[in-house]
């Protein structure tokens, strides 16, 4: 503080309070590398790094569309060579966390394996109705199943006596019966490649539902390479390179 700046013009009585109108410090520099860029308003992490709105969409394990490795068959088969999964994630929004439920976001990657988006809401639409009826602790026969239980001491579980272990057998026998359909309708002779195929909801604890489906990559290879065909033909030998 110079000689000229009385005390009153930079502090008031409150030293606690600090000055009244502080000068404005605009900065837009980071702070340095390893800190991150400077923090925005929207959109950014402790980090500074930008976040984006939704995740789903961005292509990754998390997108609806995006083709797994198929875990439910062994590594040395044929079918995890040739076969891929869809992952379709839980709903939490219609049952909450008293039964599963399945999100009915229809993957587009679905339809040319033979799934349209009419059956597949047709199979969210039942999966959904009997675990939410199953699963119900509510529900009227589960509240008699649990008493049963407690009072014999859960042998009433044991021996299969229960509501929910017979409705939950019946939806995986119904699996098994659009399987066999699926594998009548969708004609494998000419490619060559399996039919889609829902994995057992046991396989995965009922948090998320796995589509079988064929190999997006593996495809047919034309015989001839017309002037209209949009499917792009991997060179089999390397291609020279072209002088400059």
């Known amino acids: 503080m110079t000689g000229n700046d009385a005390p009153g013009d930079s502090f008031t009585r409150d030293l606690e309070r600090g000055r009244d109108e502080n000068a404005p410090r605009p900065s837009n520099?980071?702070?340095g590398e390893g800190i991150g860029s400077a923090l925005s308003s929207t959109n950014s992490s402790i980090m500074g790094d930008d976040i984006q709105a939704d995740l789903g969409e961005e292509w990754g394990p998390r997108h609806p569309c995006y083709p797994h490795m198929n875990p439910h068959v062994p590594v040395d088969s044929t079918e995890y060579a040739t076969t891929r999964i869809i992952r379709v994630r839980r709903d939490w929004l219609l049952h909450g966390d008293l039964a599963p439920a399945f999100s009915n976001l229809y993957p587009e990657i679905l339809d040319p394996a033979g799934i349209s988006e009419q059956e597949f809401r047709k199979v969210i639409g039942r999966l959904n109705a009997e675990l939410g009826a199953t699963f119900n602790p509510y529900a009227g026969r589960n509240v008699v199943d649990s008493?049963?239980?407690?009072?014999?001491?859960?042998?009433w579980d044991d021996l299969g006596m229960t509501a929910s272990k017979r409705r939950l057998a019946a939806l995986e026998k119904w699996?098994?019966?659009?399987?066999?359909?699926?594998?009548?309708?969708?004609?494998?002779?000419?490619?060559?490649?399996?039919a889609p195929k829902i994995i057992s909801l046991r396989k995965t604890g009922y948090m998320t539902l796995d589509i079988?489906?064929?190999d997006p990559e593996i495809a047919p290879a034309?015989?001839?390479a017309g002037g209209n065909d949009s499917r792009t033909v991997l060179p089999t030998e390397p291609v020279s390179a072209m002088p400059v």
């Open 29 to 31: 520099v980071s702070a």
């Open 175 to 194: 699996i098994e019966q659009w399987n066999s359909e699926m594998q009548k309708s969708v004609s494998t002779d000419d490619s060559g490649l399996a």
């Open 222 to 224: 034309p015989s001839t």
């Open 147 to 155: 008493v049963m239980g407690a009072l014999t001491g859960w042998l």
């Open 212 to 214: 079988q489906i064929p």
